[in-house]
Nanobody, 125 residues
Framework: QVQLVESGGGLVQAGGSLRLSCAASGRTFSSNGMGWFRQAPGKEREFVAAISWGVGTTAYRDSVKGRFTISRDNAKNTIGLQMNSLKPEDTAVYYC??????????????????WGQGTQVTVSS
């Protein structure tokens, strides 16, 4: 079983940047497809970005395309989420997650079986 720990959240003004990291430990990290999700108060958890193993195919929700970049370093067992041009509506708890179809880019939360504890991102206007 993979264990995931997120870091890098914080408070930033609109237009600013943050970089989230997710460190994985446990079972072989490289056999998992990975994703970032977020949940704002009173809202359902939603897909943000995903990356496959190997060639690193990526997918993003429309509202973050061109602003967020997901990456992975299999040698260091980490994934990252670079967030630029942040907006107040990006405020949420951000979670990284792992799913067991490594060559697939999956946006559906139901396929993800391992989740981190989350890190808060707050964007002030």
């Amino acid at each position: 079983q993979v264990q995931l720990v997120e870091s890098g959240g914080g408070l930033v003004q609109a237009g600013g940047s943050l970089r989230l990291s997710c460190a994985a430990s446990g079972r072989t990290f490289s056999s998992n497809g990975m994703g970032w999700f977020r949940q704002a108060p009173g809202k359902e958890r939603e897909f943000v970005a995903a990356i496959s193993w190997g060639v690193g195919t990526t997918a993003y929700r429309d509202s973050v395309k061109g602003r967020f970049t997901i990456s992975r370093d299999n040698a260091k067992n980490t994934i990252g989420l670079q967030m630029n041009s942040l907006k107040p509506e990006d405020t949420a708890v951000y979670y990284c997650a792992a799913q067991g179809l490594p060559y697939q880019v999956i946006t559906d939360t139901r396929f993800y079986t391992v989740w981190g504890q989350g890190t808060q991102v707050t964007v002030s206007s």
